[in-house]
């Protein structure tokens, strides 16, 4: 089993970044999917969730209506289109795999992690 994320890098503050995770070893459309960032010295946090089919997703408030997430299961990746990058969410971004949708929501251990991507927001 594999998630690799991608797309991280420095951008400055109102810029834009697309994260990807590509799975494989495992049924990807069989899984919800998130995204997590942990900030440095900060705990990990649930940044965005989205259901198997994708017709369901959850977003933190701190991100509402900046990032997207989305999924294609036909390529067994899952994207996270961030726009409007502020200081504040610079953070090493994980995917995480899930049986159940409300692993994400409820912090229930287990599933499948990748090794992250580095975001990094400044002028």
């Known amino acids: 089993v594999q998630l690799v994320e991608s797309g991280g890098g420095l951008v400055q503050p109102g810029g834009s970044l697309r994260l990807s995770c590509v799975a494989s070893g495992f049924t990807f459309s069989s899984y919800d999917m998130a995204w997590y960032r942990q900030p440095p010295g900060k705990e990990r946090e649930l940044v965005a969730a989205?259901?198997?089919?994708?017709?369901?997703?959850h977003y933190v408030d701190a991100v509402k209506g900046r990032f997207t997430i989305a999924r294609d299961n036909a390529k067994s990746t899952l994207h996270l289109q961030m726009n409007s990058l502020r200081p504040e969410d610079t953070a090493l971004y994980y995917c995480?795999?899930?049986?159940?949708?409300?692993?994400?929501?409820?912090?229930?251990?287990?599933?499948?992690w990748g090794q992250g991507t580095q975001v990094t927001v400044s002028e």
């Open positions: 995480r795999a899930a049986e159940y949708y409300t692993d994400f929501l409820y912090a229930v251990p287990g599933g499948y």
């Open positions: 989205i259901t198997k089919g994708g017709g369901r997703t």
